[in-house]
């Protein structure tokens, strides 16, 4: 069946520095990723996403690279900063038009100044 | 951009009794709307996709008679958990797919928190 597996968190950082979390997922067939992002008291918001292995999708300072080898999706940041904060969660769209997500546990991130 | 507005945003309610949760996509129109339920600290978990005119379609374990769904219109579906109990208390959320985008583009509401005591 199809899972995604993140990271435990929460991931604790100052200011600048560099994130990673950790995301791998199994899957049949050809799954999109993605990586949601969910502010305190807010609704999920697309961060970034990757349709096929060896694209990367980045958006704000934030990437993240489809590999099919290692099946993972892993987000990083070079410098992140306080407004960062918040839940971050991978997810996988299986192949099918009009599915649902199937999301990671999630991973909060809390940046201090 | 695409917006999904939930009403109510928190509601607190006894123990035999029915809440209904609206979804309602705000500038485009959804023929498909997937409801989630989230667990403190866990992932959200799909419970049911909704299609707009047909019945929803409930993922295992999830009670239908329970958890009533209804797409009446391509910018509304409804959740009813009927005669809630403690053990539904959670946190629902719902995302709507447009009916003209590609299969990427799903967008969620701001999440409803339900407490029955």
């Known amino acids: 069946g199809n899972s995604v597996t993140q990271m435990e968190g929460p991931v604790t950082l100052s200011e600048e520095a560099f994130l990673t979390i950790n995301c791998t997922y199994t899957?049949?067939?050809?799954?999109?990723l993605f990586w949601y992002v969910q502010y305190p008291g807010e609704g999920l918001q697309l961060l970034l996403k990757?349709?096929?292995?060896?694209d990367k999708g980045s958006n704000k300072g934030f990437e993240a690279t489809y590999r099919k080898e290692t099946t993972s999706f892993h987000l990083e940041k070079g410098s992140v900063q306080v407004s960062d904060s918040a839940v971050y969660f991978c997810?996988?769209?299986?192949?099918?038009?009009?599915?649902?997500?199937?999301f990671g546990k999630g991973t909060t991130l809390s940046v201090s100044s | 951009g695409a917006v999904v507005s939930q009403h109510p945003s928190w509601v607190i309610c006894k123990s035999g009794t029915s809440v209904k949760i609206e979804c309602r996509s705000l500038?485009?129109?959804?023929?498909?709307m997937f409801w989630y339920r989230q667990f403190p600290k866990q992932s959200l978990m799909l419970m049911a996709t909704?299609?707009?005119?047909?019945?929803?379609?409930?993922e295992q374990g999830v009670e239908k008679d329970k958890f009533l769904i209804n797409h009446a219109s391509l910018t509304l579906s409804t959740l009813t958990v009927t005669s809630a109990h403690p053990e539904d208390s959670s946190f629902y959320i719902c995302?709507?797919?447009?009916?003209?985008?590609?299969?990427?583009?799903?967008?969620f509401g701001p999440g409803t928190r339900l407490t029955v005591t």
């Open positions: 899957a049949t067939g050809y799954p999109s």
């Open positions: 997810a996988l769209l299986p192949g099918q038009a009009g599915t649902a997500l199937i």
């Open positions: 990757a349709t096929k292995a060896d």
């Open positions: 500038d485009f129109q959804a023929t498909t």
């Open positions: 909704s299609n707009e005119g047909s019945k929803a379609t409930y």
């Open positions: 995302s709507a797919l447009p009916g003209q985008g590609g299969i990427y583009e799903q967008y």
